[in-house]
């Protein structure tokens, strides 16, 4: 199967039926196969805590039962992407995060309650706790791609504009955050103006690889702009166009993709290709090729 550039969407469904969590069956189903809303919600609604949060490993490098922000986001963009929405699950997981949210706003990269659980090594709290680019702009994009109203999302919102202005130095991840944000944020006007800025930094800091075939654990254009959007306008068409072939040849004769950062453990190693894969199907799809 490598090297073809047409996905066989059979040899993935077997590769997550084989391996995949019963959320990216959930999730195959309602994307590829025209299945049903209700039993993604349902998945989703089986890693959440009575805090309203979300934890158990729904974000698979982060083994512990307590609600963490990435597991939030990990939530609420399956329901967002899956066309699953409940209100219900993401006001209550609003609360979670106003109720825990660092002084200035937003969220932090790691809540604490994951000490002395298995995680992976770069799931280290920073100390004070203070507001991340990355889980703030990827929650608080999706919640304003669904046009929610929230206490928490206000107040997260300054933290990203604040923050966006200022920015002179930031990792991938940082910046995945901000392009979610800049994606969905109402203010559409400001957001084209602060794209070229990051655009400056993403390209500067040498942050995005733009050979297909670069090694190691690095981000593509792809990972930065998985479906069309503000964030897809930096890069040509023929960038785009030659990631989405490699993506679409990144399938493994078991018929799942994978990653390319450290696997860590066993467990969230099956975990993160079951997710890869419903992903990698879901870009494809956005950007036309399925």
Not at 25 to 34: A, G, I, V, W
Not at 113 to 130: D, F, K, L, T, Y
Not at 223 to 231: E, R, T, V
């Amino acid at each position: 199967m490598g090297g073809m550039s047409i996905p066989d969407i059979d040899a993935a469904e077997q590769f997550i039926a084989a391996r995949g969590r019963v959320l990216d069956r959930r999730r195959f189903d309602r994307l590829m196969r025209e299945g049903q809303a209700q039993p993604v919600r349902d998945a989703v609604a089986a890693y959440r805590n009575p805090d309203g949060g979300f934890g158990h490993a729904l974000e698979p490098d982060g083994r512990a039962p307590g609600s963490q922000p990435l597991a939030v986001d990990q939530a609420l963009r399956i329901l967002h992407e899956a066309d699953a929405w409940s209100d219900g699950l993401a006001a209550a997981a609003c609360d979670w995060l106003q109720a825990t949210a660092p002084t200035e706003g937003g969220a932090a990269a790691v809540d604490p309650s994951i000490e002395g659980w298995p995680h992976a090594p770069w799931w280290v709290p920073e100390e004070g706790g203070p507001a991340s680019l990355a889980t703030t702009g990827l929650i608080a994009g999706t919640l304003h791609a669904r046009g929610v109203r929230h206490p928490w999302l206000a107040r997260a919102t300054e933290v990203m504009w604040s923050r966006i202005d200022e920015l002179s130095e930031a990792g991938p991840y940082d910046l995945h955050g901000v392009f979610r944000f800049l994606d969905h944020v109402p203010d559409q006007a400001r957001a084209r103006q602060a794209l070229d800025g990051m655009g400056r930094l993403l390209f500067k800091r040498d942050l995005v690889a733009l050979d297909p075939d670069a090694p190691g654990e690095v981000h593509g254009p792809l990972d930065f702009a998985p479906a069309l959007g503000l964030a897809s306008s930096l890069f040509d068409d023929a960038v785009l166009d030659a990631h989405l072939d490699h993506l679409a040849r990144g399938q493994r004769e078991d018929g799942g993709w994978t990653f390319n950062w450290m696997a860590w453990s066993p467990a969230a190693e099956q975990e993160w290709r079951g997710v890869r894969t419903v992903d990698a199907l879901h870009t494809l799809r956005a950007y036309g090729r399925l």
